[in-house]
């Protein structure tokens, strides 16, 4: 079993910057590809960035310049560096890792419960 938990969330001024956080644990062979959603009240998950195995990035229109996704594959750690935040930005972002739990098996999609991030002044 894999569990992620997502940490760094909270209530910002717009212009501010947050750091996110996802750790997974449990039976972990290896981890491809990281990702971060968000889900605003009333609105379906969006997709926000995509930090592969071997670090290629992607994201989102809507946060390209202002947020970077890195990961730290020694700590099974992916982050969401979010600046220049805006009340838009408000939503409870989740992350999701595609794993291998044994070396030669399948991957398989994990998700966090998500972390609350709030953008008002």
């Known amino acids: 079993q894999v569990q992620l938990v997502e940490s760094g969330g909270g209530l910002v001024e717009p212009g501010g910057s947050l750091r996110l956080s996802c750790a997974a644990s449990g039976s972990i062979a290896s981890i491809n590809a990281m990702t971060w959603y968000r889900q605003a009240p009333g609105k379906q998950r969006e997709w926000v960035a995509t930090?592969?195995?071997?670090?290629?990035?992607s994201y989102a229109d809507s946060v390209k310049g202002r947020f970077t996704i890195s990961r730290d594959n020694a700590k099974n750690t992916v982050y969401l560096q979010m600046n220049s935040l805006k009340p838009e930005d408000t939503a409870v972002y989740v992350c999701n890792a595609n794993v291998k739990i044994v070396v030669r098996g399948p991957n398989y999609n994990y998700w966090g419960q998500g972390t609350q991030v709030t953008v008002s002044s």
């Open positions: 930090i592969t195995g071997g670090g290629y990035t």
